[in-house]
T-cell receptor
């Protein structure tokens, strides 16, 4: 399974766009890239998933370059409630062993 | 919106006791998982379950752990003889084959 590397923590301010980059140099051809969000004392929550190029939903955008060795989660106009840990995962869609890395602790300030 | 439900939300037990954590996955999902998270640490994979058998398990999931889907709706995690280091939040998750996991709110286990 491809290993992922993310910044341990990031800080930003309300109203800013936040970009969290994840490196996954050993990504395999059939691997997808998935991001989860976790608030304290809650289970992780799916944010977005992509295979290549760009994916956008009502919450975030996911940018994946052509070589797929990295990906960037973009959160537009963050608010205090976006303070959470964000996890980047890489694996194929029906994988039965889905491993979370250490995640990025995002802190949003007023 | 369908959700994964877990019980109990919090259980306190004595070291050496057996604990059963229960989960009701989303009804049309086929893949089931247990994860745990020790306070302040990352989410750790324990086991995945598909077609009534274990698909994958981690090195954490030793002989003290077992999983079962006894009645087609519940998915349980049993810890036979709890240790202090088993204290953690245990999360159940389920999915279709899309890679999107749906997590429950977790069961906090405290071993004294």
């Amino acid at each position: 399974l491809a290993k992922t590397t993310q910044p341990i923590s990031m800080d930003s301010y309300e109203g800013q766009e936040v970009n969290i980059t994840c490196s996954h140099n050993n990504i395999a051809t059939n691997d997808y890239i998935t991001w989860y969000q976790q608030f304290p004392s809650q289970g992780p929550r799916f944010i977005i998933q992509g295979y290549k190029t760009k994916v956008t939903n009502e919450v975030a955008s996911l940018f994946i370059p052509a070589d797929r060795k990295s990906s960037t989660l973009s959160l537009p106009r963050v608010s205090l409630s976006d303070t959470a840990v964000y996890y980047c995962l890489v694996g194929y869609s029906s994988a039965s062993k889905i491993i979370f890395g250490s995640g990025t602790r995002l802190s949003i300030r007023p | 919106e369908p959700e994964v439900t877990q019980t109990p939300s919090h259980q306190v037990t004595q070291m050496g006791q057996e604990v059963i954590l229960r989960c009701v996955p989303i009804s049309n999902h086929l893949y089931f998982y247990w994860y745990r998270q020790i306070l302040g640490q990352k989410v750790e994979f324990l086991v995945s379950f598909y077609n009534n058998e274990i698909s994958e398990k981690s090195e954490i999931f030793d002989d003290q752990f077992s999983v079962e889907r006894p009645d087609g709706s519940n998915f349980t995690l049993k810890i036979r003889s709890t240790k202090l280091e088993d204290s953690a939040m245990y999360f159940c998750a389920s999915s279709e084959s899309t890679g999107e996991l749906f997590f429950g709110e977790g069961s906090r286990l405290t071993v004294l």
